[in-house]
T-cell receptor, first 116, second 109 residues
Framework: GAVVSQHPSRVICKSGTSVKIECRSL??????MFWYRQFPKQSLMLMAT?????????EQGVEKDKFLINHASLTLSTLTVTSAHPEDSSFYIC????????????FGEGSRLTVL | RKEVEQDPGPFNVPEGATVAFNCTYS??????FFWYRQDCRKEPKLLMS???SGNEDGRFTAQLNRASQYISLLIRDSKLSDSATYLC??????????FGSGTKLNVKP
C-alpha cells in the first residue's frame, strides 16, 4: 500500500515553545492530507484538512492560529503547534488518501507530543 | 448523533472463536467504507475495504448493507494477534472520512 511517513515520532517540549510535525507521502502525490488528534482511549478527532497550495480547512473548535498547517508541496504537509501547553499533549496523526480510486486513507506513524 | 457508531466493546473472546462487529452510519450518501485496525499507541492501518457484494480476505469477511446502513466485520479463528481496536470508516463526498470510535477486541489464550 501507499506509504505515509511522519516525523518526529516523539517530542517533548517545554510549555510555550512551538513544535513542528512533518507528514510526507513517500510514493505518491497527496493533494489532500488530514490531521487528527487522539487522546488516550478515545477516537481519532479530525482537526483539519490540508490542501496543497491553499489554506487548510479546520474543524469546528480547532484554533487555526494555534495549529498552523502548511501544505506546500504534493508530498509534504506540516502541522505546527504554537505556544504549546500541557493540554496540547496528545497523539497527532496525519493521513492521506492513497492513489487508488477506492479512496483508502493511509496514516503516518503518529507523533506523540508531551508538553511539560 | 454520530455519523458512524460502533459498540466500543471490549469483546473478550478465546482463541479460535468467531467474532463479529457491526457499525452503523447515518449518511446514506456515503460512498465507500473501510475497516481499520489500530494497535495501542500506534496509527490505524487499513484492514480491508468494504464492497457492496461483500468481500473476504483470509479469516476476515466484510459486508455492507446499504438498505439498513450498516457494515460488519467477521473474524474467524481468532488469533491472539487479532487483539486490537477496530475502526469503522465511512467516506462521504470523496474527501470526508467519518470514523467510528472503535471496537476493542481482546483475544485470550
Amino acid at each position: 500500500g501507499a506509504v505515509v511517513s511522519q516525523h518526529p515520532s516523539r517530542v517533548i517540549c517545554k510549555s510555550g515553545t512551538s513544535v513542528k510535525i512533518e507528514c510526507r507521502s513517500l510514493d505518491f502525490q497527496a493533494t489532500t492530507m488530514f490531521w487528527y488528534r487522539q487522546f488516550p482511549k478515545q477516537s481519532l478527532m479530525l482537526m483539519a484538512t490540508s490542501n496543497e497550495g491553499s489554506k487548510a480547512t479546520y474543524e469546528q473548535g480547532v484554533e487555526k492560529d494555534k495549529f498552523l498547517i502548511n501544505h506546500a508541496s504534493l508530498t509534504l504537509s506540516t502541522l505546527t503547534v504554537t505556544s504549546a501547553h500541557p493540554e496540547d499533549s496528545s497523539f497527532y496523526i496525519c493521513s492521506a488518501k492513497g492513489p487508488l480510486s477506492t479512496g483508502e486513507l493511509f496514516f503516518g506513524e503518529g507523533s506523540r507530543l508531551t508538553v511539560l | 448523533r454520530k455519523e458512524v457508531e460502533q459498540d466500543p466493546g471490549p469483546f473478550n473472546v478465546p482463541e479460535g472463536a468467531t467474532v463479529a462487529f457491526n457499525c452503523t452510519y447515518s449518511n446514506s450518501a456515503s460512498q465507500s467504507f473501510f475497516w481499520y485496525r489500530q494497535d495501542c499507541r500506534k496509527e490505524p492501518k487499513l484492514l480491508m475495504s468494504v464492497y457492496s457484494s461483500g468481500n473476504e480476505d483470509g479469516r476476515f469477511t466484510a459486508q455492507l448493507n446499504r438498505a439498513s446502513q450498516y457494515i460488519s466485520l467477521l473474524i474467524r479463528d481468532s488469533k491472539l494477534s487479532d487483539s486490537a481496536t477496530y475502526l469503522c470508516v465511512a467516506l462521504y463526498n470523496f474527501n470526508k472520512f467519518y470514523f467510528g470510535s472503535g471496537t476493542k477486541l481482546n483475544v485470550k489464550p
